[in-house]
């Protein structure tokens, strides 16, 4: 995932807060009921539309087959659009500024902590 989905952020910035988001969000294995769990949440937050046809059609596919996904790159894939349905919910939206606001404050313990994370960017949602 490039900074392309954030484009007000300056591009390390923008690096390192979707790095540390995959790694505190994303499943470590990805399989058919984790796909389906992320189709589901898509559509409930209405961001399933919004996709362009290319994502929405891999993970069509990808909900179909059952199996685990052992392919690198498919994972790679299959973690960034799963980050873009993370961060079109409200709670996704608040670990993104608590990641920004962590970084920013140098907070780096804060980083590995959902919880943290999530407290840093509920007080600035609320603030701004």
Not at 60 to 71: P, Q
Request: proline fraction near 5%; charged fraction near 25%.
């Amino acid at each position: 995932m490039g900074p392309q989905t954030l484009p007000h952020l300056p591009r390390k910035a923008g690096e390192d807060v979707l790095r540390h988001l995959e790694r505190v969000l994303l499943p470590r294995v990805i399989g058919g009921n984790v796909v389906m769990y992320y189709v589901r949440k898509a559509v409930r937050v209405r961001f399933w539309r919004s996709l362009i046809p290319e994502p929405r059609a891999l993970l069509r596919a990808a909900s179909v087959w059952r199996g685990v996904v052992k392919s690198k790159v498919l994972g790679r894939i299959l973690g960034e659009i799963f980050l873009l349905v993370e961060l079109e919910t409200l709670r996704g939206r608040a670990l993104l500024y608590g990641a920004l606001v962590a970084l920013r404050s140098d907070l780096q313990d804060l980083l590995d902590s959902v919880e943290g994370l999530l407290r840093l960017g509920v007080s600035y949602l609320t603030s701004v």
